[in-house]
């Protein structure tokens, strides 16, 4: 099986800080699909309201 060379193999030395490496902090948000996902949950959300007070109340 292939290692992963970005893989953290130094557990001990990280124990005292375990933060988020510095890469992982300053990694570039390449990927919007999470963003659109929030936005289309929020108009569903927003559009089931509407038409659940338009037919029972």
């Known amino acids: ?8 193999n130094n557990y001990e030395n ?9 890469e992982a902090l300053e990694e570039r948000d390449d ?14 959300v927003v559009v089931l309201t509407i038409i659940v007070f338009l037919f029972y109340y």
């Open 1 to 8: 099986m292939e290692e992963n060379k970005n893989a953290e």
């Open 14 to 22: 990280n124990q005292e800080d375990p933060k988020p490496s510095k």
């Open 31 to 44: 990927k919007p699909a999470s963003k659109l996902l929030n936005w289309i949950i929020i108009i569903t």
